[in-house]
């Protein structure tokens, strides 16, 4: 596609409910990054793919967190068991590799995550 | 781990008038990026700097490297209503392999007053 898919936009779940947040990034970007924003907040790393292979997961907050990515393209990002303090915009970015640096990131509008 | 403080956090002003922000960090970044961010989208590049001192325009906006390569300033110069957004300061690390792992700034949410 053009730009960088995220689905859902808004997700409004229950604490205690698993959730899934889906990632398409650019056509032949091979390194995707998720990233979380908290309200009033920065972005927080959580985890960087290289083609399949997660290489970097330091950022993931809890094992309640995990991801994953196919065909070296779709990504999904599972929070198990959601807490109230999982509340955030979750941002997926991509880029063509991950030598070029952070400047050359494509970031999606995110998925607005709410935890009642 | 490496912080960045961008000051200030919000900004409320007068179309026509310039605009200055700025982040610290407390450890050196090799490249310093400026993004904003729309409501309800991802944050978008407005400028990179990669050498310490390195100025560097982009239409109304100037953004500067400092020297100690601890910090960095963005300009926004006779304002419009479209630059109403967060602003956010990102630092690259250039250590072994995790130069694709930014620190974001806080941001600085600017309102334009037409």
């Known amino acids: 596609g053009a730009g960088v898919s995220q689905s859902p936009s808004n997700k409004v779940t229950e604490k205690g409910k698993d959730v899934e947040l889906r990632c398409d990034p650019i056509s032949g970007h091979t390194a995707l990054y998720w990233y979380r924003q908290r309200l009033g907040q920065g972005l927080e790393f959580l985890i960087y793919?290289?083609?399949?292979?997660?290489?970097?997961k330091s950022g993931l907050p809890s094992d309640r967190f995990s991801a994953e990515r196919t065909g070296e393209s779709v990504s999904t990002l599972t929070i198990q068991r959601t807490q109230q303090e999982d509340s955030a915009v979750y941002l997926c970015?991509?880029?063509?590799?991950?030598?070029?640096?952070?400047?050359?990131?494509?970031f999606g509008s995110g998925t607005q995550l709410s935890v009642l | 781990g490496q912080q960045l403080n961008q000051s200030p956090q919000s900004m409320f002003i007068q179309e026509g008038e310039d605009v200055s922000m700025n982040c610290t960090s407390s450890s050196i970044f090799n490249t310093w990026l400026w993004y904003k961010q729309d409501p309800g989208e991802g944050p978008v590049l407005l400028i990179a700097?990669?050498?310490?001192?390195e100025l560097t325009s982009n239409g109304r906006l100037t953004a500067q490297f400092g020297i100690t390569r601890k910090d960095s300033f963005l300009n926004i110069s006779a304002s419009i209503p479209s630059d109403v957004g967060i602003y956010f300061c990102?630092?690259?690390?250039?250590?072994?392999?995790?130069?694709?792992?930014?620190?974001f700034g806080k941001g600085t949410l600017l309102t334009v007053n037409p």
């Open positions: 970015a991509s880029s063509l590799s991950p030598t070029l640096g952070g400047e050359k990131l494509f």
């Open positions: 793919f290289q083609g399949n292979s997660a290489p970097d």
């Open positions: 990102a630092g690259q690390p250039n250590s072994g392999g995790s130069n694709y792992k930014l620190t």
């Open positions: 700097l990669y050498k310490a001192g």
